[in-house]
């Protein structure tokens, strides 16, 4: 585990930060932000953003929340936990295709993305009080680190292969009592997609979609220059930023130590992003994984992935993409990247290693 991390989150705004500023952005009708889908969501619409086209992303985000959580009591994903060997659940269109999606990263990273980690976040309960209510340093009173027979017990549940999805009827089915889905990896991503499908149909010529630091950049800066997303340092307070990435229409994702976490009474950090194979946080060195692809739900599962896999593997799973390149921040404050990321670093803190 990460012990002695001296974090301080003061806010539980977005991961990264957009700096507009200074770049020569046309003037947004004003951004609108929200708490949905468990986090601060920040929409910018520039140049024709209109009130109405705010209403109708912040209603679809409600909706996909309304599906995807799990804390929703009577969700589509509640029901298909509720029903967890029992039976087969129908569901709509839109949580079909992003559970086959999650179980086609669960393929691909083999099984380090794992849609069915539910029951090992129950276990654990990192981070499950509303933020936005609620900003604490810590956010949990007395957490506990689960026993290992708990955790043993658990892990006997958590297999993407037990998912049983039929395309004709779209059910799914959780073959084994106990199992549940949980979308919080992929979820995010997706609802970023609706968002900017909104915008794009809305003729909005460029927008900004935050949902809670998963990033999509809509259209092109008027001037034509790239778009630059800040990247959270990870020991730092929200917003601070340690590089810069410089993007076209691209969605930029991170998954981070930083993002939800306790500190046990030794020191030890241990933080959301469980590994499937142990039941426990992911340790691997890597404070922070992002990842940039023109999909965002792609960049969001596959964040949370490379995360699991470590960097060598992680690495190998995104040059195996077309769509993919990644930055990762690692705990003795080294950073790297693939070849294709257009980055700069700012915080002399830290590190650039060579491609
Ligand atoms: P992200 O911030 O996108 O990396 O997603 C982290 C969230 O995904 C956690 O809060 C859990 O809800 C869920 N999660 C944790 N570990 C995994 C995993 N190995 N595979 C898929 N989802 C996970
Ligand atoms: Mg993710």
Known sequence: ???????????????????????????????????????????????????????????????????????????????????????????????????????????????????????????????????????????????????????????????????????????????????????????????????????????????????GGNILLVGEKRDKSLWNVGLQNPLDNRGAYLGIVRVAEKSVVTSGVYERYFVAQDGVLYHHIFSPSNGYPANNGLLSVTVISSISMDADALSTAVFVLGYERGRALIESLDDAEAVFVFDDMGVRKTFGVNFALTDDDYLLMPD
């Not at 086959?100 to 981070?127: C, K, M, N």
């Open 1 to 211: 585990m990460i012990r002695n991390m001296h974090l301080s989150i003061h806010t539980p705004c977005a991961l990264i930060l957009i700096l507009c500023a200074f770049i020569g952005c046309s003037q947004p009708i004003a951004s609108q932000s929200e708490f949905v889908l468990g986090t601060v969501c920040t929409i910018t619409l520039y140049d024709k953003g209109k009130p109405q086209v705010y209403r109708d992303i912040f209603d679809r985000l409600r909706e996909i929340d309304n599906r995807m959580s799990v804390t929703i009591h009577g969700s589509d994903i509640d029901r298909i936990n509720k029903a967890a060997g029992i039976e087969a659940v129908k569901v709509h269109d839109d949580l079909f295709m992003v559970i086959e999606q999650a179980v086609h990263y669960a393929r691909l990273s083999e099984g380090a993305f794992d849609p069915t980690v539910g029951p090992l976040v129950s276990l654990w309960g990192i981070g499950e009080e509303n933020p936005w209510e609620n900003p604490r340093e810590n956010p949990r009173e007395n957490p506990q680190v689960p026993s290992q027979d708990e955790i043993d017990n658990v892990l006997a549940l958590i297999n993407w292969q037990d998912v049983e999805l039929d395309p004709v009827n779209r059910t799914v089915f959780l073959m084994k009592p106990g199992m549940a889905l949980d979308l919080g990896g992929i979820a995010k991503g997706y609802a970023a997609d609706e968002a900017a499908a909104i915008i794009k149909r809305a003729r909005i010529p460029r927008a900004i979609v935050d949902l």
